[in-house]
């Protein structure tokens, strides 16, 4: 081989490895391009952490009830700690209150506390009269229609007691409100004859002690 091919070989050798070189240099670009968006490069975007929004006024917890706004008023309660059940008294007028506080006013309230004790001792006698207990004595169905016929009677002497009141008619009052503690004692008696236990006990004892606060203010009016 002369001179001359000796460097024509050598050029072509050259331009073969600059040719390789530059498809090397395309191949790891192109791999490189590739590898860039693979799935593990492709994290999500993270985003700030989300706030719950603060409640607004219509959401916020209501308020409690200030213990003072349900306080019965010192003169009533002076009144109640003249009965024999003055924690009743309080209790069973509470639903009553009207702003005054004189004798006369807080004996309306008590009766009409009384009525109410009558009421709910009728509605359970009618619903144990409507919904019959097989495991129920005879003797029992039968006291619940006298206990029914007694409330009824203590309701109609209620009645006649607060009319009494305007006009100061206190022998009137007073008999009607002990017809309804005999009423409701009569009740009991029933169940107590026939060895019997009485369903209606709760209900008659406190009508008979809300009849004795009754009594116990209207001697404030004499």
């Not at 509470?94 to 009421?119: F, H, W």
Request: net charge negative; hydrophobic share 30%; proline share 6%.
């Amino acid at each position: 081989m002369g001179f001359l091919d000796s460097h024509r070989v050598r050029d072509r050798i050259s331009v073969n490895k600059s040719t390789d070189c530059t498809y090397s240099g395309e191949a790891v670009l192109s791999v490189y391009s590739l590898s860039s968006f693979s799935k593990d490069d492709q994290a999500p975007v993270s985003l700030p952490p989300t706030t719950s929004p603060a409640p607004s006024e219509s959401e916020a917890p209501e308020a409690s009830p200030s213990p003072a706004s349900s306080t019965i008023d010192p003169a009533i309660k002076k009144i109640c700690d003249r009965t024999g059940y003055s924690e009743l008294c309080q209790s069973s007028i509470r639903p009553y209150l009207t702003g005054k506080t004189d004798p006369v006013s807080v004996l309306e309230m008590a009766i009409k506390a009384c009525n109410s004790s009558v009421q709910a001792a009728m509605a359970e006698v009618n619903r144990m009269m409507s919904e019959p207990n097989k495991d129920a004595s005879k003797t029992t169905a039968s006291q619940l229609e006298s206990c029914k016929e007694n409330y009824i009677d203590a309701i109609d002497s209620l009645e006649k007691a607060t009319k009494a009141i305007p006009t100061r008619d206190m022998n009137t009052f007073n008999t009607m409100i002990s017809a309804v503690i005999t009423d409701c004692d009569t009740c009991e008696q029933g169940f107590i004859e026939f060895e019997e236990e009485s369903p209606l006990k709760q209900y008659d004892e406190t009508a008979e002690k809300i009849g004795s606060i009754c009594l116990s203010i209207s001697k404030l009016l004499e």
